[in-house]
């Protein structure tokens, strides 16, 4: 069965220090991976998503994230924290073995950025 | 384009009552599914359609139905709501019908539900 992993439910950085939001994936098919963002009592935000073609993908806000297979992980990057960056930030797999479109969601990380 | 709408954006209610949420998108998306969000445990399916007439169950389906008459509308329905179905209640949509898993899923602004 495929699943997400999370490292660490709460991240907290300074403004303009790197951030490093952790992921890892169980898949025994090649996945299909996303990064949503969800600023607070609002909806999810797709940040960037893997399907297949470059392993280093850019998305919105600065924010990137490299797929590497051999250590099955997906981890979103940015250079420099900004305040408006403080969200809670989901990665996700999409479930491709019976291609139902289903998303399954890991748990979570709180990113905390100090001034 | 409105995306992904749903109302109401709050609800309180009592054990045993019944009630439906709605979801409406107008991006013409086949792909439609319902989603719970509760503190710690990310994001888990209810239900999806990956078309007009067609329902599938997802992750956490107990106590909740759904159906899907148009490609706009996907509406969840609680028949007895109870403490345990006190969360976050997600629609998205999604243009393709689970034919590759690549699609972007499109995510409304959320209902936040209690019940007593």
């Known amino acids: 069965a495929q699943s997400v992993t999370q490292l660490g439910s709460h991240v907290s950085v300074s403004e303009g220090a790197l951030v490093l939001l952790r992921c890892n994936y169980s898949s025994s098919v090649p996945p299909y991976l996303f990064w949503y963002v969800q600023y607070p009592n609002q909806g999810l935000q797709l940040l960037l998503k893997?399907?297949?073609?470059?392993?280093l993908v850019k998305g919105i806000n600065g924010f990137e994230a490299e797929f590497k297979k051999s250590e099955t992980s997906f981890h979103l990057t940015k250079p420099s924290a900004h305040m408006s960056d403080a969200a809670e930030y989901f990665c996700a797999v999409s479930e491709t073995v019976r291609n139902t479109g289903k998303l399954i969601f890991g748990q979570g990380t709180t990113l905390q950025v100090k001034p | 384009n409105a995306g992904v709408t749903q109302t109401p954006k709050f609800q309180v209610l009592k054990t045993g009552q019944s009630m439906t949420l709605q979801c409406a998108q107008d991006?013409?998306?086949?792909?439609m599914s319902w989603y719970r969000q509760d503190p710690g445990m990310g994001l888990r399916l209810i239900h999806y359609s990956v078309g007009a007439g067609i329902t599938d169950q997802g992750e956490v389906p107990n106590g909740y139905n759904v159906s899907r008459s148009t490609t706009e509308d996907f509406p969840l329905r609680l028949l007895s709501a109870a403490p345990s179905q006190t969360s976050v209640y997600f629609c998205a949509s999604s243009y393709g019908a689970g034919t590759s898993g690549s699609d972007t899923q499109y995510f409304g602004p959320g209902t936040r539900l209690t019940v007593l």
């Open positions: 991006m013409n998306h086949e792909y």
């Open positions: 893997y399907t297949s073609a470059a392993t």
